[in-house]
Each structure stands twice: as structure tokens, then as C-alpha cells.
């Protein structure tokens, strides 16, 4: 009965670590990689007909135009959000892989790690999506042109509708975190020192390692959900009818190269934001060891 209560307990505190080290993340993220974020999605949305000649241009133009904290438009949502989004992906995660790996007396494999990623991905998609929804219409608001006043604002202007009209293609998006956690499990095997621990030097750059798998495997996925995204919730009828109408728009548009457009941004985002997110997590495990 005791042995019950303890290992009860032992389970209960992972579990509260997982989303404390989640919270701690997603905030040292957020501050990293927003500006990137911001050029990303101005990037993705205007097109190769947009305003924009490119990344130097986006970045030059918005800071002339807007000024420099122009770059951190849209930042609250993801600075409260993204800790919320990583506090439950990594609690999410941490339980998927105990329910996918019962047997404790052997490691996990990386195979189950991916499929752990990957349907933690769906469940998080559920989180994400509306958060990262209002983030994305508040960052494509240019000087003269203002739909809304903040996040409150934009939450009751598009509903709860609005909110979740990209639900399907940010589920595929973050599926995508089967590559996120098996990178990283692989990054942390090639760098972890002989005693098995893990400097912050190394989780930085096996965190921008996990980023940057994560990316390369959906970004795709990423640019059609910034477009559904950022559709003015008032415009009738709409511009895209879903996620394969608005593929078929970019293919016509901009041809293949119209799925990576911001790539460069994000790319340069990855390493800091990611870095900063697993040096977080692993500076909280140690904060609150089991």
C-alpha cells in the first residue's frame, strides 16, 4: 500500500515537472525567436507578389515602416500561449510514451519516441491552433490597416469558429514533432558526455538540431496554415474554402517554391528558439529533481 502511494506520488511529480519544465520553454522561446516568427509569417502570407522582395527586404521595410518592436507584434498570445502550448506538449508527451513504453526495466526505444511525438502532436494541435491563430492575424497588421485592437479583441471578433479554422492543417503541422523528439533523442545520444550528462552548450544545440528536423518535415503544412490563419475574418466569401483550396491557390500562384516561402527566417529562428526551449526544460528537470 505504501509502495503504491510512493510510486503514485513519483508519477504525480514527473508529471507536474513535464509541464512546469513545458511553461518554463515555451516563454524562453518565445523571446528568442519571435522576430524571426514575425518575418516568417509576413513572408508566408504576402506571396511572391506580396510587398515583400524577400527576407532583408521584410526585415528592413518592417523595422523603417513599423519600428523595431514591430518585430514583436503579436508577442503576448505566444508569450503566455507558447508556454501553455509547451507545458502541455511536454506533460502530453511524457504520458503517451508511458502509456506506449510499459515495460521500465528496458529504455525506450527511438522508434517509440517518434510515434510518441507524433500523436502528442495531434493532441496539442487542439491547444495550438487557436492560440496561434490570433498571433498570426495580429502579426500581418501593417501601418493604416488595423482589424483589431488585441488578442481579446480578435478572439471576439472571429469567434470560436475563427479560431479553429486551421485546426487541420496545424495537426499536421505539429505531427511533425515525431522528427522534433526523435532528433533530439538522437542529438543527445551523440552528445551526451561519458557520464551520460548533458551540458547547456549541448541541449542548446541539440534543441536547434530538433528545430530544425521539426521544420524540414513540415513547413509545407506550416505556410497553408499561416494563410487560413490570416484570412480577414470578415471577408465574403472567403478566400480559401479549406486546406487543399488553399494548397491548389499556392501551387498556382507561386508553384512549389510557394510552400517554403519565410523558410529563411524560420531557419535562422530554429537554432536560438529551439535551443532556449530544451535549455529551459533541462534547467528546470534539474531545478526539481525526482
Known amino acids: 500500500m505504501v509502495l503504491d502511494k510512493m510510486i503514485a506520488s513519483k508519477e504525480t511529480r514527473e508529471k507536474i515537472r513535464n509541464f512546469i519544465g513545458g511553461f518554463a520553454s515555451g516563454a524562453a522561446s518565445t523571446l528568442a525567436g519571435h522576430p524571426f516568427d514575425t518575418l516568417k509569417v509576413r513572408l508566408q502570407t504576402e506571396g511572391s507578389t506580396g510587398r515583400f522582395r524577400g527576407l532583408a527586404h521584410c526585415f528592413t521595410t518592417t523595422v523603417k515602416e513599423e519600428g523595431f518592436f514591430a518585430l514583436y507584434k503579436g508577442v503576448t498570445p505566444p508569450l503566455l500561449g507558447m508556454s501553455v502550448i509547451n507545458s502541455c506538449m511536454f506533460g502530453a508527451m511524457n504520458i503517451v510514451k508511458s502509456k506506449i513504453h510499459t515495460d ?68 499536421f503541422q505539429r505531427n511533425s514533432l515525431y522528427a522534433y523528439f526523435g532528433c533530439y533523442e538522437l542529438a543527445q545520444r551523440y552528445l551526451r558526455r561519458e557520464d551520460g550528462s548533458m551540458t547547456m552548450g549541448r541541449s542548446f544545440i541539440a534543441g536547434g538540431i530538433a528545430g530544425t528536423g521539426f521544420w524540414l518535415t513540415n513547413f509545407p503544412f506550416d505556410v497553408i496554415r499561416s494563410r487560413i490563419m490570416t484570412m480577414p475574418y470578415n471577408e465574403s466569401p472567403p478566400r480559401y474554402k479549406g486546406m487543399i483550396d488553399c494548397a491548389k491557390h499556392i501551387y498556382r500562384v507561386d508553384g512549389l517554391k510557394g510552400f517554403w ?30
Open 104 to 171: 521500465k526495466s528496458t529504455p525506450i526505444s527511438l522508434g517509440e519516441i517518434m510515434v510518441s511525438g507524433a500523436i502528442t502532436g495531434w493532441i496539442v494541435s487542439f491547444v495550438a491552433c487557436p492560440i496561434e491563430t490570433v498571433k498570426s492575424k495580429l502579426q500581418v497588421q501593417y501601418t493604416g490597416v488595423k482589424l483589431y485592437n488585441g488578442p481579446i479583441d480578435c478572439i471576439k471578433k472571429i469567434g470560436i469558429r475563427g479560431l479553429y479554422k486551421a485546426l487541420i492543417p496545424t495537426g
Open 261 to 290: 516561402k519565410g523558410f529563411s527566417p524560420c531557419l535562422l529562428r530554429t537554432f536560438p528558439a529551439n535551443g532556449a526551449t530544451f535549455v529551459a526544460y533541462e534547467c528546470v528537470m534539474k531545478f526539481f529533481p525526482m
